[in-house]
């Protein structure tokens, strides 16, 4: 059995911060298109908002 | 022995797969234990008030959309969940990944999902005003961001503590009070038609319930075991000339 070894994470410099809150909003903003948008950010009309309705109710999001 | 550092993106990727793995799991029970419930609350939405051709059928609905919605949610936890690891790893004084790893995804699940479950419990189609949406949807998301306040602040009062038993006692504290405050700030919804099946209602928060905790804990494990993997990997042997 291996041993268990810890892995060293990067030093937090800013620039990793700003990298990390970059990358932060653009998965803030697939889960909004997930859980809330109807059309304005899919540009799909309310399609991808009817498609995913489902996963919406089953992933507690308040839904209509 | 030096270890190579992984970098941010190696750190990223393995969470997008982890949240990946999670969402198509969590996808599947939700096929299997939530899609009855919420045909059964359509069936009742229907009878009540039949809404004619959908611009989606209900055979894409439970099928890939349920996949799609919940595979790219869990991508997006993932990478989430992965930044937090990637920025607070040196912060969490634990000498082992897998427990950094599971603390914040545990912590993930507590403030995002349990949270503002016990508040906002879901509901299923048939069940709600669509008059509130905004007002709840809002609610939520407030829910959402006071459930990661009151896990921090669990955090920084054990921290205030040396004695195990002092740490858990404050943390447990901190964590009631913000709860507590929050909930009784937070306004109410009384939304649920009188006539609405109750058993039913149970059984779709459950399965909704299992949805998110499959989701969650399964990318914890998942995360753990893909970062326990590269420092396996990254454990260079001594070679001897």
Same mark, same amino acid.
């Given at each position: =059995?291996?041993?268990?070894?810890?892995?060293?994470?990067?030093?937090?410099?800013?620039?990793?911060?700003?990298?990390?809150?970059?990358?932060?909003?653009?998965?803030?903003?697939?889960?909004?298109?997930?859980?809330?948008?109807?059309?304005?950010?899919?540009?799909?009309? =309310?399609?991808?908002?009817?498609?995913?309705?489902?996963?919406?109710?089953?992933?507690?999001?308040?839904?209509? | 022995?030096?270890?190579?550092?992984?970098?941010?993106?190696?750190?990223?990727?393995? $969470?997008?797969?982890?949240?990946?793995?999670?969402?198509?799991?969590?996808?599947?029970?939700?096929? @299997?234990?939530?899609?009855?419930?919420?045909?059964?609350?359509?069936?009742?939405?229907?009878?009540?008030?039949?809404?004619?051709?959908?611009?989606?059928?209900?055979?894409?609905?439970?099928?890939?959309?349920?996949?799609?919605?919940?595979?790219?949610?869990?991508?997006?936890?993932?990478?989430?969940?992965?930044?937090?690891?990637?920025?607070?790893?040196?912060?969490?004084?634990?000498?082992?990944? !897998?427990?950094?790893?599971? $603390?914040?995804?545990?912590?993930?699940? !507590?403030?995002?999902?349990?949270?503002?479950?016990?508040? #906002?419990?879901?509901?299923?189609?048939?069940?709600?005003?669509?008059?509130?949406?905004?007002?709840? !949807?809002?609610? #939520? @998301?407030?829910?959402?961001?006071?459930?990661?306040?009151?896990?921090?602040?669990?955090?920084?009062?054990?921290?205030?503590?040396?004695?195990?038993?002092?740490?858990?006692?404050?943390?447990?504290?901190?964590?009631?009070?913000?709860?507590?405050?929050? #909930?009784?700030?937070?306004?109410?919804?009384?939304?649920?038609?009188?006539?609405?099946?109750?058993?039913?209602?149970?059984?779709?928060?459950?399965?909704?319930?299992?949805?998110?905790?499959?989701?969650?804990?399964?990318?914890?494990?998942?995360?753990?075991?893909?970062?326990?993997?590269?420092?396996?990997?990254?454990?260079?042997?001594?070679? @001897?000339?």
């Amino acid at each position: =059995m291996p041993k268990a070894q810890a892995l060293t994470t990067p030093a937090v410099s800013t620039k990793l911060l700003a990298t990390a809150a970059g990358f932060t909003g653009i998965m803030l903003l697939l889960a909004y298109l997930v859980a809330f948008d109807q059309g304005a950010l899919s540009q799909s009309g =309310m399609y991808l908002h009817e498609l995913m309705h489902d996963g919406r109710h089953l992933l507690g999001v308040p839904c209509h | 022995m030096p270890l190579t550092t992984p970098g941010y993106p190696q750190l990223l990727l393995r $969470g997008l797969l982890a949240g990946l793995i999670a969402g198509l799991l969590a996808a599947t029970f939700a096929y @299997l234990a939530g899609e009855p419930h919420i045909d059964a609350a359509i069936a009742i939405e229907e009878a009540g008030a039949p809404e004619g051709d959908a611009l989606v059928s209900r055979d894409v609905q439970s099928g890939p959309g349920l996949f799609l919605a919940t595979g790219l949610y869990g991508i997006a936890l993932g990478g989430i969940l992965a930044t937090a690891y990637t920025v607070l790893r040196r912060r969490l004084h634990t000498g082992s990944d !897998t427990t950094a790893a599971l $603390g914040l995804a545990a912590a993930a699940l !507590t403030g995002i999902v349990l949270v503002p479950y016990l508040k #906002y419990p879901p509901n299923p189609p048939a069940v709600g005003d669509p008059a509130t949406i905004d007002q709840r !949807t809002a609610a #939520y @998301l407030a829910a959402v961001a006071l459930g990661l306040v009151a896990v921090w602040a669990a955090a920084l009062a054990a921290r205030t503590q040396t004695h195990p038993w002092a740490r858990a006692t404050a943390a447990a504290a901190a964590f009631g009070v913000v709860v507590t405050i929050a #909930y009784t700030l937070l306004p109410t919804f009384d939304e649920v038609p009188a006539d609405f099946p109750a058993t039913l209602l149970w059984d779709f928060r459950i399965s909704s319930l299992g949805t998110q905790t499959i989701l969650w804990t399964t990318l914890g494990l998942g995360y753990a075991g893909l970062l326990a993997r590269l420092a396996h990997r990254t454990e260079t042997p001594v070679t @001897l000339p």
